[in-house]
């Protein structure tokens, strides 16, 4: 069931989660840092807010006064008249609202106030009280009708320099902003004198009242003379508009009713008269076809209707017929000139020669039947035409007309709507109040409003927590060390394979390779142990790749490469391995010191050819491990280094050894290294933790690379795992730090 959510729900993909994860991990590191740096953090802070509220204190106070306008819904509809083409019923809506803030902060209501308050005989900055108290002004103002001031700033050059500077000082002071999804609008006052504030902020509120009752009552004049005005107009235009319908209706003759009457029902006879007479037409005209096709092709064609129903001609055919069948009879007995053969066909010659023109005559007949068919026709056609026109005629009149009077009607109807405006526009009760309300007039404020000191504070705090986080990270950024094996991963491309903590002092002081076999629970112990699992896994389960001969090297000397070199022979020893540790330094050796041992006989006499290789052997009794030491020949060292007995002896030992340790000088020193590298099969690659600068390591490593050198691995020693632990890099030295109770240190 578990794993069916997981397929059908997409966002629980492995590469969802895996990043996830990622981001759990750097939040986590994240915290850890500033952890560490709490108290670089909470320096900025603590000073910057002590600044912070040193400042507040030696800031002036301000109080700052508050009253509440409300606009009524009718505001921008002076008495509630409703005028047709002239005012729109309009709703009031943000922009109202934002209008009338704009009228409160403007020069002419800062003019007014000023003046009504004297306030540029006094200084606005101080905390002098004014020459009324605010209960009397406020009696004084609930008085007063329209405030109209007769003298202007610009009659006194004097005054309007003085009057400018006054509202100046009041407009910075003043604030107007209307309280969203309302109709009310906030009027601020401020001052260093709290009774100065709250008397200011309402005289701004009584003169803001005073001016929309001014407004209105212009506005209603206005619309009055202009009522007074287009009613005029209107009256004229109503009555010329009614005068032009009957002078036209009287011009035309129009009289609706018999006469349009009548004129349809003559176009409807004529139409009916017309379709007879074509039928008439068009019957005549198939006679006649049939007819003249008879006579056409002399009588052998079918006759026609015309020619079958005379009556004489049907005698004569049927005494051709007669004297056809005479012929043929005679025929068959007479020769063709036979006298009664002759006679018969001069007889039949006068026949059809009489029938020729018999049937001429009812052709004739027949023409003269669809010429008058066709004259009534084109008559009636012609007829129809002239009351098509005339009906034409009159339907564009009635058109005329109609538009005449809807026009007039369309008048009449504006001036009775002008005229009921009229009327109650005479209602002055409106006119009384102004449509704005006061919802609260301003109190004397018992706080300051300036200095906010706990909003300072706290911006002061904020500010200061964001640049101590942000000072922290370019720190972390600046700082030029490897704590964590990713760290070291990312900016060389090369794995890191172990993190080694820090032994104990209290017994490395005693001699730091016997360490792990003192403490052989202790997590130095158990990351050598992992370490040497780590090689040997790298090759699988192909025990001929497993790498036997491993390079141990660092960037700089004392990073700990001699030391964990002893320390992985002597696990990889204990643990059944036949294993070979060789100090390669041949510059400043150090493994018989780590190991407390005689450099008497040394890996120099065996390549010189002094000694043979089992003189030069040494034991170590702790673990089993072979060891051969080495003396300083500086200036022959790299000659035995990269000398082929030098080749032969790693070739021979891995051969006989399972694990065969080099012990190299640091690779930016000398070449050693690199030259013992590319006889090995591994080689491990130590940094110092949180010491080891970056760019060292880097240029060490370029040196590996650049001749093709790819198997290189990452070791970080001395690791504090307590520190480490607080870093919260979450690799190995992490549950080390984490989870001491399971290891003996």
Aim: aromatic content about 6%; charged content about 25%.
């Amino acid at each position: 069931m578990d794993n069916r959510i997981m397929n059908e729900n997409p966002n629980n993909s492995p590469k969802m989660l895996h990043h996830f994860d990622e981001l759990d991990v750097d939040l986590r590191r994240l915290l850890m840092l500033l952890w560490r740096r709490k108290w670089v953090v909470m320096g900025i802070v603590v000073v910057t807010v002590a600044v912070a509220a040193i400042i507040s204190s030696l800031l002036p106070t301000r109080y700052t006064a508050q009253s509440l306008v409300m606009i009524e819904s009718e505001s921008i509809n002076p008495k509630g008249i409703e005028l047709q083409n002239f005012m729109s019923e309009m709703r009031l809506d943000t922009a109202l609202v934002l209008s009338e803030v704009e009228v409160l902060k403007s020069r002419e209501t800062a003019r007014r106030v000023i003046m009504r308050l004297n306030m540029m005989a006094e200084d606005e900055t101080s905390s002098q009280s004014l020459m009324t108290t605010p209960a009397e002004n406020e009696t004084e103002f609930k008085s007063l009708s329209v405030y109209r001031t007769e003298m202007t700033s610009d009659e006194n050059p004097v005054l309007s320099d003085k009057m400018n500077r006054a509202i100046a000082v009041f407009q910075n002071n003043l604030a107007v902003k209307p309280v969203p999804g309302s109709y009310v609008i906030q009027i601020s006052y401020t001052s260093g004198d709290p009774q100065r504030a709250a008397l200011v902020a309402n005289i701004v509120m009584d003169v803001y009242m005073e001016q929309r009752l001014e407004e209105k009552f212009l506005a209603t004049q206005k619309v009055t003379n202009w009522l007074d005005n287009r009613l005029t107009a209107l009256r004229e235009q109503v009555r010329q508009s009614e005068k032009a319908v009957e002078d036209y209706r009287s011009r035309n003759n129009l009289i609706e009713g018999a006469r349009f009457e009548m004129t349809a029902q003559q176009l409807s006879e004529l139409n009916t008269q017309l379709v007879l007479a074509k039928s008439k037409r068009a019957e005549a005209l198939a006679r006649l076809n049939d007819t003249e096709g008879y006579v056409a092709n002399s009588g052998v064609a079918d006759a026609s209707p015309d020619v079958l129903n005379a009556r004489y001609i049907q005698d004569l055919k049927r005494s051709e017929t007669e004297l056809l069948q005479q012929k043929a009879d005679l025929s068959s007995r007479y020769g063709p000139k036979h006298p009664t053969i002759i006679k018969i066909n001069a007889e039949l010659a006068d026949l059809r020669s009489t029938l020729r023109r018999e049937t001429q005559q009812v052709a004739d007949a027949v023409r003269a039947e669809y010429e008058v068919a066709d004259a009534r026709v084109e008559e009636l056609q012609k007829a129809l035409a002239e009351m098509q026109g005339q009906k034409r005629v009159e339907n564009k009149a009635m058109i005329d007309l109609r538009e005449l009077t809807r026009e007039a009607e369309s008048n009449r109807l504006i001036f009775d709507n002008f005229l009921e405006t009229y009327k109650r526009s005479d209602q002055r009760e409106q006119l009384e109040e102004p449509e704005a309300r006061v919802l609260s007039y301003a109190s004397v404020p018992e706080d300051p409003s300036y200095p906010n000191k706990p909003l300072i504070i706290s911006l002061a705090a904020a500010i200061s927590l964001f640049l101590g986080i942000a000072f922290v990270l370019i720190l972390e950024k600046l700082d030029n060390a490897f704590r964590s094996a990713s760290q070291l991963e990312q900016r060389t491309g090369y794995p890191c394979f172990g993190l080694i903590p820090a032994a104990d002092s209290s017994v490395t002081k005693h001699g730091i390779a016997d360490y792990i076999i003192k403490k052989p629970s202790s997590a130095v112990a158990e990351s050598i142990r992992t370490l040497r699992m780590v090689l040997n896994l790298r090759s699988g389960n192909d025990e001929a790749s497993r790498p036997r001969v491993v390079t141990v090297t660092s960037s700089l000397p004392a990073e700990g490469k001699t030391t964990i070199s002893a320390w992985l022979g002597r696990v990889a020893a204990k643990s059944g391995e036949k294993v070979i540790v060789i100090d390669c330094d041949l510059r400043r050796p150090n493994l018989h010191r780590v190991m407390k041992m005689s450099n008497e006989k040394t890996l120099v006499d065996y390549l010189t050819g002094d000694m043979k290789l089992n003189q030069v052997v040494n034991k170590d009794d702790p673990s089993g491990a072979h060891i051969i030491c080495a003396r300083a020949v500086a200036n022959s060292a790299l000659d035995l280094i990269s000398s082929e007995k030098m080749r032969k002896l790693i070739k021979s030992l891995k051969e006989t050894y399972d694990l065969v340790i080099l012990d190299t000088p640091a690779a930016l020193a000398v070449s050693d290294a690199r030259i013992l590298a590319s006889e090995s099969d591994f080689t491990l690659y130590i940094v110092e933790w949180d010491k080891t600068p970056r760019e060292v390591v880097t240029t060490g490593v370029k040196q590996f690379s650049d001749f093709g050198y790819e198997n290189l691995a990452f070791v970080l020693s001395g690791v504090d795992v307590r520190r480490h632990a607080r870093y919260g890099y979450g690799d190995t030295a992490y549950y080390y730090g984490r989870y001491r109770e399971y290891y003996q240190e």
